[in-house]
Nanobody, 120 residues
C-alpha cells in the first residue's frame, strides 16, 4: 500500500487550498485517514483525521477553517483548507491506519509530504 498526496502550493493569507491523498494497493479497510503537518524544527502534529465510520477529529488551530473528508470507493482523503494563515505554512503529510485483510491489526502508513505555503 502506498499513500500519494497532492495539491499543495502557494496561496495568499485568507485563501483556500485542497490537498488530496489516495491509498493505492490492495487492502480491506482504512481504519483512519488523516493529515499531519510539520515545520522545520518542530514535531509533526495532527491536523485532522477521519475514521471509517465518518467520525472526525480536528486540531484546535484548524477548527472552523479546515474540513476533512474521505471517499472509500476511491480510497481518498481530502483536506479542504479555508481561511489559511501564514502559520499554516508547513509540509502536510497524509497518514492512514490500514487493515490489509479482515482480522488483521491495522498498519500505519505515511505518504510523502506536500508543501503548503501561505504568504502574508
Amino acid at each position: 500500500v502506498q499513500l500519494q498526496a497532492s495539491g499543495g502550493g502557494l496561496v495568499q493569507s485568507g485563501g483556500s487550498l485542497r490537498v488530496s491523498c489516495v491509498a493505492r494497493g490492495s487492502f480491506f479497510r482504512a481504519n483512519i485517514m488523516g493529515w499531519y503537518r510539520q515545520t522545520p524544527g518542530s514535531m509533526r502534529e495532527l491536523v485532522a483525521e477521519i475514521n471509517y465510520t465518518g467520525i472526525t477529529e480536528y486540531a484546535d488551530f484548524v477548527k472552523g477553517r479546515f474540513t476533512i473528508s474521505r471517499d472509500d470507493v476511491k480510497n481518498t482523503v481530502d483536506l479542504q483548507m479555508d481561511g489559511l494563515k501564514p502559520e499554516d505554512t508547513a509540509v502536510y503529510y497524509c497518514q492512514s491506519r490500514i487493515v490489509l485483510a479482515p482480522g488483521d491489526l491495522d498498519i500505519l502508513y505515511w505518504g510523502r509530504g506536500t508543501l503548503v505555503t501561505v504568504s502574508s
